[in-house]
């Protein structure tokens, strides 16, 4: 009996990941290329390394269409896709994180979690302002923060007004927002 693995090839640098670090592709009827990062559509899966610099080297170089054996339309708008969708994904866990209780924002909540040594890690709006941020740092110490969105697109996504300091309460949800939130930050940032 064989076993299937978790690792894949990237189609660009050729190194074998476990998928989780890779970005799923598949080859639709009609030659386009869509993202497939829930695993759920038919069809040989195209991986490439979780990063916006890759991507954009493989689309670069129409290896969408090479490894396909010229099926694949080349399309650019593919890049800003994935981002949208990575991004979008982020923001979502973090109302499944506030309906599940592991969520908190606000300096003063966000404080008292800190103090009460209940965070996971942090959230903070990209456009946060110096003062605000170096007190919470303080207070933070080791623990992990992310800083993805401005705090229009957290308000937007958390129904909320201002939402600039934000914090995850250890427990299973806020692992899952964790990666979630991880992985938007590598693909913008490796």
Do not use: W
Request: proline share 2%; hydrophobic share 40%.
């Amino acid at each position: 009996m064989k076993l299937e693995t978790e690792d894949r090839k990237c189609i660009l640098t050729g190194i074998v990941k476990d998928k989780s670090e890779l970005l799923r592709f598949t080859l639709l009827p009609g030659g386009l290329i869509v993202p497939d990062f829930k695993r759920k559509l038919p069809g040989r899966g195209i991986y490439v390394s979780n990063s916006k610099k890759l991507l954009k080297q493989t689309l670069d170089k129409h290896l969408f269409a090479k490894v396909t054996k010229g099926k694949a339309k080349d399309d650019i708008s593919l890049l800003g896709m994935v981002e949208d969708l990575l991004k979008k994904k982020g923001l979502e866990t973090l109302n499944l994180a506030r309906k599940a209780g592991a969520f908190v924002s606000g300096f003063d909540k966000v404080k008292d979690a800190l103090l009460k040594n209940n965070v996971s890690f942090l959230l903070e709006a990209k456009d946060a302002a110096f003062d605000g941020h170096e007190k919470i740092l303080a207070l933070a110490k080791d623990i992990v923060f992310f800083d993805l969105y401005t705090t229009e697109e957290l308000d937007k996504a958390l129904d909320k007004v201002n939402t600039v300091h934000a914090a995850f309460l250890k427990n299973e949800m806020s692992l899952a927002a964790y990666k979630e939130l991880k992985r938007y930050e590598q693909f913008l940032n490796s």
